[in-house]
Structures are given as C-alpha cells and as structure tokens.
C-alpha cells in the first residue's frame, strides 16, 4: 500500500506525515493486493479537514471528516475509510459468490 500525504493551505509535517500513515496502515488489512491511498489535508477555520481518496482494483473510494483539530479529522478520515473498504470487500464477497435476491427468489 502507497500513501500520499499532501496539504492545502497546510504545511505537512514529518509528524502529521507518519501519523497518517500509521493510522491508515491499518487499512492494508481488508486486501491483499496493493492500492493507492492519497491523502489531503486542509484547514476550513476554524476546523481542520482531512480527505483521502483509495484507488482500488475495484473501484474508487472517498472519505472526508473534519475537526477542530487535524489530528482528530485524520482519526475519523481512518474510521470512515476503514467502513468503505469492508463494505467494498463484503459487496466483492457477495458478487463472487453469485448471492443476490434475484438468483435466490426471496424478493418480492
């Protein structure tokens, strides 16, 4: 997993950098197969922004979260993209398996 730290009208620095990093490590766990994580890190005052686009196999996911202080956006940027990817992966599960209302007739 790559990721990319930027900032917009923010100076990113070493400390924020690795912060991101160790929080979104995490989200390695749900694929074995590599992807891009860019993250982008902006202040809207008062509040601190934290976005964060996935590039997948399957898709593209987007997150953003704000707070009063950036390292609070950058933990709630890691809980809603850690719920994206195992709604992804779970809507994978599902399709390779063929499970769907309309194979099993429960629909109506």
């Not at 922004?49 to 609070?72: C, F, K, P, Q, S």
Request: hydrophobic share 40%; charged share 30%; aromatic share 4%.
């Amino acid at each position: 997993m790559r990721i990319e730290t930027h900032g917009q009208h923010v100076e990113v620095t070493a400390a924020l950098r690795d912060y991101v990093e160790t929080k979104l490590e995490r989200l390695g766990r749900h694929f074995d197969q590599p992807f891009d994580v860019r993250a982008q890190l902006s202040l809207d005052k008062p509040n601190h922004r934290a976005e964060a686009t996935v590039n997948l196999a399957g898709g593209i996911l987007h997150a953003d979260a704000t707070a009063i202080d950036m390292y609070a956006a950058i933990d709630l940027l890691a809980d809603k993209l850690d719920r994206l990817l195992m709604k992804h992966k779970e809507k994978q599960i599902a399709h390779n398996r063929g499970e769907s209302l309309a194979r099993s007739g429960e629909f109506g």
